[in-house]
Each structure stands twice: as structure tokens, then as C-alpha cells.
């Protein structure tokens, strides 16, 4: 059974930095793309990163430039470390394979960004 845990977050101020943890257990991530999505109150899940199976990135334009999608293959671990965070950044996120979203959603872990 395929299971995605994610860890990491926290309550931060503007231009802090954090990373999150992805482990997943029953799959090998390195067979798979995988990206971090989040998904703030009220909004609907965005997809804000995603790691082909070539290393190749890709982010969106909310993120570019601040976060940074990685994988540890030796780990089973996708990351994302974020920097010079945000209010606007304040969410739930997760980690899934992009985009058919083959794997059920883990507990996500929550991000807030506050003064």
C-alpha cells in the first residue's frame, strides 16, 4: 500500500525559510515524477513544484526563484525547500505524482507565514 508522508512545516515569519519532507513507502519515487502541491483556506489545490524523472524541474510562477523541488532517491524522499516565504505561501501542502495524482493524499503538513 502506497503511503506519503509529509513533514516539515511550521509557523515562520515573512522571508524565513523552510524545508519539507516527503517520504513515501510501498513505491519507489524514482520511477515517478512527483511535485508539491498546497492548498490555502478557501482555495483549491495548486501544483506549486514538480521533479521529472530526469531531475528536470519545474515551478510555478507564485514559487519561481524562492523554492527549490530535490529528491533523494536513496531516501524514498521528495523536498522542497522554501525560502524568503510569505503570507501569501500559508497553506496545506503535499506531495503526489503530477499530474494524474496516481497515489492518495497523505495528511499533508501545514505552513504558516505570519508577522
Known amino acids: 500500500q502506497v503511503q506519503l508522508v509529509e513533514s516539515g512545516g511550521g509557523l515562520v515569519q515573512p522571508g524565513e525559510s523552510l524545508r519539507l519532507s516527503c517520504v513515501a513507502s510501498?513505491?519507489?519515487?524514482?520511477?515517478?515524477?512527483m511535485g508539491w502541491y498546497r492548498q490555502a483556506p478557501g482555495k483549491q489545490r495548486e501544483l506549486v513544484a514538480r521533479?521529472?524523472?530526469?531531475?528536470?524541474?519545474n515551478y510555478a510562477d507564485s514559487v519561481k526563484g524562492r523554492f527549490t523541488i530535490s529528491r533523494d532517491n536513496a531516501k524514498n524522499t521528495v523536498y522542497l525547500q522554501m525560502n524568503s516565504l510569505k503570507p501569501e505561501d500559508t497553506a496545506v501542502y503535499y506531495c503526489?505524482?503530477?499530474?494524474?495524482?496516481?497515489?492518495?493524499w497523505g495528511q499533508g503538513t501545514q505552513v504558516t507565514v505570519s508577522s
Open positions: 503526489n505524482q503530477p499530474p494524474q495524482v496516481l497515489f492518495k
Open positions: 510501498g513505491i519507489t519515487l524514482s520511477a515517478y515524477a
Open positions: 521533479i521529472f524523472i530526469s531531475g528536470s524541474t
